[in-house]
């Protein structure tokens, strides 16, 4: 087949279903009198819709999720007296999954023929993700630096109350900071290791839990008594996350907010779970929060639930928060 000449129309029909199925696109055009919305198979197989000929747009309401069913109506009602390109990025129930469509088009009725308005649909689920994600960590990075700030002043708090002088509340305050870091290096997985590091349940809560004591974390003001327990690498890392949520709450509004308060940490073990109970005695008298859960709470339960196959629940008697952590004793060892 010889070479067109420079200036040939290539661009027919079948040449662009070739451009835009590279490129993912799905087409659709608009009625704007009859409210009539034309696909091609692709738009049909993204919408997940089996149907002969147009379909109204009422009827593709339908599958658009219903949080974001009159935000699209409304934006697609205004295309019309929009002036240049308009977009709008929106969910579609698709059986049991959720995807992301880019609905693009030019309003203020450029290029409408024969009262007809074209555009183009996207799939852009895995950008949509991708961004949940990162906006996710960014949260957790917000949360737990904040909770470090809460942390440090907590603990220049407790130093400053019981040094006598300068130099005292220094060595007392670095102290404490040094066994928060020992607690990093000890959760911390290492890259490069075939096989993940583990610690003794016992070790793991002695070092978290020694920066909030006044002298250790056996003799203190926290008791820890647990049975001989691996914890591996991956656990560890999750469990670190959920202990010092619990103790900076406690060093914000629980017991380790008052002088005498005291938490004891015990734990029972059976072929297939471990339960940890953090028990807070001598704080301010304690209630059932009203509010609904904070991100950190938030946090601890999806990390209980996903990364632990297990279950985080609450007592709150007035003497002090009663938390009980299960967790599946297999995944506790990964």
Known sequence: MPL????AL???????????????????????????VAMDSRAHDLWGVVKNGPATFEELSACIHPHDADRV?????????????????????HGD????ISARGQGADAGVVDRVMFGVFLDVTGRKQAEEARELLAGEMSHRVKNLFAIASALTAIASRSAATTTEMARDLTQRLTALGRA?????TIPGQGEPRAALLSDLLAVLLAAYDKQ??????VQVCVPEIRVGGTAATTLALIVHELATNSIKYGALSAAGGTVDVSCTSSDSEVALIWTERGGPPVT???KPAGFGSKLVIQSVSGQLGGSISYEWPAAGVVVTLRMDKARLAT
């Open 216 to 221: 250790d974390a056996v003799n203190g003001r």
């Open 73 to 93: 109506k409304a934006a697609f009602a205004a295309t019309r007296s929009v002036l240049g390109a308009f977009e709008i990025d929106f969910r579609i129930m």
């Open 10 to 36: 290539v661009w027919d029909a079948k040449r662009l279903r070739i451009a835009t199925n590279a490129a993912g696109v799905a087409l659709w055009s608009w009625n704007v009198d009859t409210d009539e």
């Open 4 to 7: 067109e000449k420079p200036g």
């Open 184 to 188: 990093h290096d000890l959760v911390r």
């Open 97 to 100: 999954a959720v995807r992301w």
């Open 288 to 290: 059932a929060p009203t």
